[in-house]
């Protein structure tokens, strides 16, 4: 087992990634930016290093910055958290050529999964089920107009770079297809460096599902069950929960099988989540895999019972897996908590914390990095707090989580707990009845001031 771990993250994630190295007698290292000096996971590490200023691609994104750190403090091992450089490749593959264990799976996977084209493909012969669209790149818009004809309009134009939202256009007519072929690529040219386009069939009101999946170097690959992630506000999940309202047994059997085979195709180490589109009739397609821990991992662990964090480190030392696949008992609920203003268009709202009072009670959890007189700051993600809640079904966990909400009070800052406790209120979320588009609709003047 490792000595000692560093970890490239702040926030929650960095915070529980030190708890979870404590319990298994593994020494800590935290980074820092000097926005961060004052952070808990600073103070809860066992060493710290400055890795720069403020701004993530000098300080958290700063490759030489944070293998310097480990070379300097003797860690053999980094685990990324999320976000940051958690996906990049060639931070997979330079903590390799150091002699450094990365804790996650190895810079060709993240590759692969990272090139949307190309992780479709794959997973088409893997026999997992895609969206009809291109097979592969379009090589020129004539093509894409022929084939988008013979799919049937909507279409999707999406960046082989792309993923989470970014680079995608709806294209609703054939008129409409040269226009929105150029635009597609001058974004996919602006925001990453590369045009590569690929085409799909336009999937209405779908939910988004995904599966938990753990794999070690062994090639024995295990699920741990749904995520749903569908209410969403511009491609940032707000709400996750598992078990889905929506999927049914014979569903849950369908699609955990065509996401074990995805993940024993690609010969991956470490847990990742396999992404799918659900449409209203059951039918369900691979969208992206996520080659990381994700924010909502607590939902899985709450439902399961099962480390997540502590498997990671434990896979990436060579352990192997011991444990069946695992389904969900009761039923757990995440709301991410937001440091923005849902009474101005949910813009950021960094600044000081005055108060805090965080909710608790039986299968009630608070994952937050912040206190009274902690400053959030401007340079960062917007998420300060996730609170789940588990308990037994659906409605009990609902009753749990407003509950909780009454309870939460955060002074001195605006945040999104005032959407939160309107959302609980919706017929249609108590229904479980939502998809993607559920937010596009949401009456956000139902929500109150104060309190
Ligand atoms: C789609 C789709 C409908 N049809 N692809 C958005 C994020 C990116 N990961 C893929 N996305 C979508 N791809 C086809 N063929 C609808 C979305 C989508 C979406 C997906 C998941 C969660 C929220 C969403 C919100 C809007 C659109």
């Not at 999320?82 to 993240?110: D, R, T, V, W």
């Amino acid at each position: 087992m490792f000595q000692k771990i560093l970890i490239a993250n702040r926030g929650e994630i960095a915070l529980s990634i030190i708890r979870v190295c404590k319990e298994m007698g593994i020494k800590t290292v935290a980074v820092h930016s000097t926005a961060d000096r004052d952070s808990l996971h600073v103070r809860f590490a066992d060493e710290s290093v400055c890795v720069g200023p403020p701004a993530s691609h000098l300080s958290y994104l700063s490759i030489p910055s944070i293998i310097a750190a480990a070379e300097v403090t003797d860690a053999h091992a980094i685990h990324p958290g999320y976000g940051f450089l958690s996906e990049n490749a060639g931070f997979s593959s330079i903590c390799a050529e150091y002699g450094i264990k990365f804790i996650g799976p190895s810079a060709e996977a993240i590759r692969k999964m990272g090139d949307k084209s190309t992780a479709k493909a794959t997973m088409q012969a893997a026999g997992v089920p895609i969206v009809p669209g291109s097979n592969g790149l379009l090589t020129s818009v004539e093509e894409g107009i022929r084939l988008a004809h013979e799919i049937g309009f909507p279409v999707l134009l999406k960046a082989t770079a792309g993923g989470g939202g970014k680079g995608i256009k709806l294209v609703e007519t054939p008129e409409a297809f040269h226009q929105k072929w150029i635009e597609a690529r001058q974004e996919a040219i602006a925001s990453f460096g590369k045009d590569g386009l690929y085409l799909e069939k336009y999937i209405e009101e779908p939910r988004h599902i995904e599966i938990q999946i753990v794999a070690d170097q062994y090639g024995q690959v295990i699920h741990l069950s749904e995520r749903d992630c569908s209410i969403q506000r511009r491609h940032q999940k707000l709400v996750e929960e598992s078990p889905s309202p929506f999927v049914t047994a014979p569903l849950r059997a369908k699609i955990t099988e065509a996401a074990l085979k995805g993940v024993a195709a690609i010969g991956y180490e470490g847990v990742g989540t396999m992404e799918f589109l659900v449409d209203k009739h059951h039918n369900f397609y691979f969208m992206e895999m996520n080659t990381r821990i994700q924010v909502e991992y607590l939902v899985t662990e709450a439902v399961t019972g099962f480390n997540l964090l502590r498997t990671q480190i434990e896979i990436a030392a060579g352990k192997r897996l011991d444990s069946p696949n695992l389904y969900p008992q009761g039923h757990a609920i995440e709301l991410r908590i937001n440091a923005e203003d849902p009474f101005h268009g949910f813009r950021p709202a960094p600044g000081k914390i005055n108060h805090v009072h965080f909710p608790g009670g039986l299968g009630t959890t608070i994952a937050s990095h912040i206190y009274a007189g902690y400053v959030v700051p401007a340079h960062y993600d917007s998420m300060i707090a996730k609170l789940i809640v588990h308990a037994a079904t659906r409605a009990d966990a609902i009753a749990s989580i407003k509950r909780a909400l009454e309870e939460f009070v955060i002074e001195g800052i605006p945040t999104n707990i005032p959407f939160h406790r309107a959302l609980v209120e919706d017929e249609a979320f108590q229904k479980g009845q939502f998809t993607t588009q559920y937010l596009d609709t949401f009456d956000f003047s139902l929500l109150k001031q104060g309190e």
